[in-house]
């Protein structure tokens, strides 16, 4: 089955600097790729996503990179502010009549005022 | 239009006893899924239902059991509860069709004691 490796575990950056997450899989096959972000106490949730037909993906201050022949994939936000300080997940799936979702296991985000 | 609605919220067992979890939805999604989430383990997939009438196994589904009650509903029973089983439980659906977004429930605070 598929297996999604996320790095890093923790990452704390300054307010206004770059934050970069990355992940690899497993399974050439896979061709969705979504990202969740995941406040204190609270549910998941998607923030962008990624299909295999192309390799970057931008909306407002984040953004998604996909290498299909390296199999890895990476989140860039940009200008962190206080508020993206979260969990981040990544995700890994074939399109089909049904999503089994295999996630990442995720990175602590903290954003220092 | 509440999403994914789980109840309850936050629940305490001893060893031994039995619960269920409850979900629904009124996105009128064909898939709906159970998720385990425990701290640095990201969120392990415990039994997923495709569509209505069918209910399948995830990564750790033993200790578990599902049930699809109808297109809105799926429940997550424990018929022994052990502390390992100390978690917070999401519940998700989707429409299941190709690469689209899975919604999140609140979630279910479990402490098996």
């Known amino acids: 089955g598929e297996n999604v490796e996320q790095h890093p575990s923790t990452l704390s950056v300054q307010e206004g600097d770059s934050a970069v997450i990355k992940c690899t899989y497993s399974?050439?096959?896979?061709?969705?790729f979504p990202w969740y972000k995941q406040e204190l106490g609270k549910r998941p949730q998607l923030i962008i996503d990624i299909r295999s037909n192309v390799g970057e993906k931008k909306d407002q201050r984040i953004a998604v990179t996909l290498n299909k022949t390296a199999k890895h994939f990476s989140l860039h936000i940009t200008e962190t502010q206080p508020e993206d300080s979260a969990v981040y997940f990544c995700?890994?799936?074939?399109?089909?009549?049904?999503?089994?979702?295999?996630f990442g296991t995720g990175t602590k985000l903290q954003v220092i005022p | 239009n509440a999403g994914v609605t789980q109840t309850p919220k936050f629940q305490v067992l001893k060893t031994g006893q039995s619960m269920t979890l409850q979900c629904a939805q009124d996105?009128?999604?064909?898939?709906m899924y159970w998720y385990r989430q425990d701290p640095g383990m990201g969120l392990r997939l415990i039994y997923y239902s495709a569509s209505e009438g069918t209910t399948d196994k995830g990564e750790v589904p033993n200790g578990y059991n599902v049930s699809r009650l109808n297109k809105r509903e799926f429940s997550l029973r424990l018929e022994s509860a052990a502390p390992s089983q100390t978690s917070v439980y999401f519940c998700?659906?989707?429409?299941?069709?190709?690469?689209?977004?899975?919604?999140f429930g609140p979630g279910t605070r479990l402490l098996v004691l």
């Open positions: 995700a890994a799936l074939i399109a089909g009549g049904y999503q089994k979702v295999t």
């Open positions: 399974d050439s096959a896979s061709n969705y």
């Open positions: 996105m009128n999604h064909n898939s």
């Open positions: 998700a659906s989707s429409s299941g069709q190709i690469q689209e977004t899975q919604y």
